[in-house]
């Protein structure tokens, strides 16, 4: 799969916080060669807004997502983007939407749209969740890729998490699915055409007086299938973490993993 490499130009860092969204819709170093650009990011009462719109002169890497791996196209035109995010808090919680276009000159485009969401009961949980829809036109660009032959791509993502922490116990659930077709053109997304369920648990010891004055039992698990139910990958585990005496820490875990390559 691709590998992400963090932002760190001036211009694309501001209001950077607004771009983080559950799924990485927004990656910024897709604008590889921006030959002018435009921000705007604010905020009116508990409303917090960024935009930003820019044209690209291309010639770098496009991602080409699948299920098992990620290939990448040469960058070879002209294209102008635009992402908007709006996000309006409610006390510890918020709502909000993302958009994202990419206009490709001499044809073809790709368009992101969807809310999410962060719900905070209490102070010991927090649910979030986000929906993406894209509607894709690839160029007409065989020479570069073969999926590049104009064809309509249109599809979905979703995503919802459940966020559980205590002084003794804690989980995280996660379900999310991405569709074949989905594509983030300005987001760095490179797996699509699966489905998740992921959970990692745990519960924690605090003994008085003693050598190890905290000890976590933990349980990561994941597991990854497409949507035919063929499995790509899971993982059943299970463990212990210790803080100790003299800045000491052990840990130790055992679990069983299953990875498919090919049909293997």
Avoid: C
């Amino acid at each position: 799969f691709a590998l992400f490499f963090a932002e760190k130009r001036p211009f694309f860092l501001e209001g950077v916080d607004l771009f983080s969204t559950p799924f990485s819709a927004v990656y910024t170093r897709t604008v590889t060669s921006p030959r002018a650009g435009l921000r705007a990011t604010g905020r009116v009462g508990s409303t917090s807004y960024t935009a930003l719109v820019a044209q690209d002169r291309g010639d770098g890497l496009v991602i080409l997502p699948g299920p098992q791996g990620s290939d990448a196209a040469l960058q070879d035109f002209v294209s102008d983007v635009g992402v908007a995010r709006v996000r309006r808090d409610l006390g510890l919680s918020f709502v909000s939407v993302l958009a994202t276009t990419r206009e490709i000159r001499g044809g073809g485009f790709n368009r992101v749209f969807g809310p999410d969401f962060q719900w905070r009961p209490r102070a010991t949980d927090s649910f979030t969740g986000q929906f993406l829809w894209s509607e894709t036109h690839t160029p007409v660009r065989p020479d570069l890729a073969a999926q590049w032959d104009g064809r309509h791509l249109s599809d979905g993502a979703g995503l919802l998490s459940w966020s559980h922490s205590t002084r003794h116990e804690d989980w995280y659930l996660q379900a999310q699915s991405l569709g074949a077709n989905f594509r983030a053109d300005n987001g760095f997304i490179p797996q699509v055409g699966y489905r998740e369920v992921a959970l990692d648990a745990g519960y924690t010891l605090h003994p008085k007086d003693a050598f190890f004055n905290r000890i976590r039992i933990f349980t990561p698990n994941y597991y990854d299938a497409e949507p035919d139910g063929d499995v790509l990958s899971r993982r059943v585990s299970v463990g212990a973490g210790m803080d100790g005496g003299f800045n000491s820490f052990l840990r130790f875990e055992a679990g069983q993993d299953g990875i498919r390559v090919g049909n293997e």
